[in-house]
């Protein structure tokens, strides 16, 4: 399985983003998609997340600012960043686990480390 994330970049407050996972390898019928972000001297926060059937859930901080979804003719997970805040700075990883968003298989996976991480992609937004 391999995820590779593009998009990143340096921005002013205000403009936007859109970042894309291109995701190999993988292939099971109930699955989650997400972006996670980690800031220096942050824990990592779920950015948002988009299961097999197209629901989708966002971090409490997105405010309706981001939007996620996927291109499966691309094999790609995309998130659209938009009104980017300085606050918003941080390194942005793609995931992939072998569960639906938020069940147990979910939650164990992401606590054991058993999902697939990409290298990250960072983004920077200044005042």
């Known amino acids: 399985v391999k995820l590779v994330e593009s998009g990143g970049g340096s921005v002013q407050s205000g403009g936007s983003l859109r970042l894309s996972c291109t995701v190999s390898g993988f292939s099971h019928s109930s699955y989650c998609m997400g972006w996670f972000r980690q800031a220096p001297e942050k824990e990592r926060e779920e950015v948002a997340i988009?299961?097999?059937?197209?629901?989708?859930s966002y971090g409490a901080f997105v405010q309706g600012r981001f939007t996620i979804s996927e291109d499966r003719d691309k094999n790609q997970v995309l998130l659209q960043m938009n009104s980017l805040e300085p606050e918003d700075t941080a390194m942005y990883y793609c995931?992939?686990?072998?569960?639906?968003?938020?069940?147990?298989?979910?939650?164990?996976?992401?606590?054991?480390?058993?999902?697939?991480w990409g290298q990250g992609t960072q983004v920077t937004v200044s005042s």
């Open positions: 988009i299961n097999f059937d197209g629901q989708a």
């Open positions: 995931a992939a686990f072998r569960f639906k968003c938020y069940s147990a298989g979910y939650w164990n996976s992401l606590k054991r480390g058993e999902n697939y």
